[in-house]
C-alpha cells in the first residue's frame, strides 16, 4: 500500500508523530510510507527506520512565500500527488488546505483531525479531547482507519556522526564526568516566534550556579545558532559550564544529550529530542498546557503553576497572544525549586546509567 503522511513541522511536533508514523510500518511492513515534511525540520525524520521516503517541501515558501509562489507550489504538489496514486493519506498537520490537497490529488482515503471544523475534504476525521497529548492525537488519526497503536515512545536515530567521547572531549568536557543538560533556547521555527514559552534567561543563570556551586557536575548549556543571543548569560561562568551555543547539528546534539543524567529545558524542540533519546527531563511550562506535551518517556518530570491566573494556559490553535503580565506563569517557577528536580535526579541511586526508560503501554 502507497501512504502518505503531511506533517510539515517543526521538529518537536514531528517527533511527537513518530510513534504515529511506526504504528503505520508495522501495521503494512510491505507497504511504502512517505512523509511531506518542511525543509527545515526533515532532519527529525532523516534517519528513522519506518519511513521510506521523505518528501522535502520548501516550508519557507509555504509560511512566508508570497500568493504567487504559494499558488505555484500548491499546483506542484497537487500534480505530483495525483502522479504518485496513493492509497491514502493521513494529514497530520494543522491547516485542512492539506485536506482539500490530498482531494484534488485524486487521494480517495484521506484521515485527519476535525478540530473546530477543520475536517473537511476527509473521510475519516478525528476529534481529540480536550488536553489530549499531541501523541496520542495522532494515533488518534489512525485510528480512525483502524491502525492499531505500537506504543507512545517517540524515536529518534541520530546514527553515528560522531563518537559521544570525541564530541564531548572537543568541546571542553573532561572524560567521564557527571553531566547536566540545559537547553535555554528553542521555541522558534520557519512559521513563529514563541519567546512567551522560554523559563526567563536569567532563571537558567541562576540554575547553572546553584549546580556548579552545590555538586561536581559539568554543565552542557545547549542551543542552536538561532539562540546565541541568549549566550551572554552564561559568560564569566566556572570551566565547569560549556556553552555549546550553535556547535552542534540536530544529530550531535541528541548524542551529547544522550550522555547527560537529565536535561532542564523549556517546552520546545530540544526537550521533544531529549525525551526521544529516552533521558529524563525537567521541563518548564506556562503559556502551553503540559497535559498537550510533556515527556512522556520514564523519570521525566515537569513544572507548571497556573495557579490564579486566568490567562494560562493562553496558546490557542497555534497561536500566542501578547502576554501582558511578563510570563508570570513561568516567573513563578524559581531556580531553586529547579535545582531540587536536578538535585534528585544527581543522587538517585545508579545515576550513571543512560537516560530513562520508556513508559508502558
Known amino acids: 500500500m502507497q501512504t502518505l503522511v503531511v506533517k510539515i513541522g517543526a521538529i518537536g511536533d514531528i517527533l511527537m508523530s513518530t510513534p504515529a508514523l511506526r504504528a503505520l510500518k508495522k501495521s503494512d511492513p510491505g507497504g511504502r510510507l512517505t512523509v511531506m515534511v518542511g525543509r527545515s525540520s526533515r532532519v527529525a525524520l532523516e534517519r528513522n527506520p519506518a519511513v521510506d521516503e521523505l518528501w522535502e517541501i520548501d ?51 484521506r484521515y485527519g483531525f476535525d478540530r473546530g471544523g477543520e475536517g473537511l475534504f476527509l473521510t475519516g476525521r478525528f476529534r481529540p479531547t480536550d488536553g489530549a497529548h499531541h501523541v496520542r492525537q495522532y494515533l488518534g488519526v489512525l485510528e480512525t482507519a483502524g491502525v ?27 572524560p567521564g564526568r557527571e553531566l547536566v543538560g540545559i537547553a535555554p533556547g528553542g521555541a522558534r521555527n520557519i512559521r513563529e516566534i514563541m519567546d512567551t514559552r522560554r523559563w526567563p534567561v536569567e532563571f537558567y ?40 551555543f550553535g556547535k552542534t547539528d540536530l544529530p550531535q546534539l541528541a548524542t551529547m544529550m544522550k550522555q547527560c543524567r537529565v536535561v532542564v529545558a523549556n517546552d520546545s524542540g530540544p526537550m ?5 533519546v529516552e533521558v529524563p527531563v525537567v521541563s518548564l511550562f506556562g503559556p502551553t498546557d503540559p497535559r498537550e506535551k510533556f515527556p512522556l518517556n520514564d523519570g521525566s518530570i515537569h513544572l507548571w503553576k497556573p495557579e490564579g491566573l486566568a490567562c494560562c494556559p493562553c496558546y490557542r490553535d497555534g497561536r500566542f497572544p501578547a502576554c501582558p503580565i511578563d510570563v508570570a506563569c513561568l516567573r513563578r517557577i524559581t531556580p531553586e525549586e529547579v535545582w531540587e528536580k536536578v538535585r534528585g535526579f544527581l543522587l538517585a541511586p545508579g545515576n550513571r546509567q543512560e537516560g530513562g526508560r520508556r513508559l508502558p503501554v
Open 59 to 109: 516550508d519557507r515558501i509555504l509560511y512566508r512565500g508570497g500568493r504567487t509562489d504559494r499558488l505555484a507550489l500548491t499546483l506542484r504538489l497537487t500534480l505530483e500527488i495525483r502522479r504518485r496514486k496513493f492509497d491514502r493519506v493521513f494529514v497530520l498537520h494543522r491547516d485542512w488546505r492539506f485536506n482539500l490537497l490530498a482531494l484534488l490529488g485524486g487521494i480517495h482515503r
Open 148 to 174: 492499531p497503536s505500537d506504543g507512545i515512545h517517540m524515536d529518534y536515530h541520530p546514527g553515528t556522526p560522531d563518537r559521544a567521547e570525541d564530541l564531548l572531549t572537543r568541546n571542553g568536557v573532561p
Open 205 to 244: 543563570g541562576r540554575l547553572v550556579d546553584l549546580i556548579v556551586e552545590r555538586s561536581d557536575s559539568e554543565v552542557l548549556v545547549f542551543g542552536a545558532e538561532s539562540d546565541r543571543f541568549l549566550a551572554g548569560t552564561f559568560e564569566g561562568k566556572p570551566p565547569r559550564v560549556h556553552r555549546l
Open 272 to 276: 521533544h529530542l531529549a525525551a526521544a
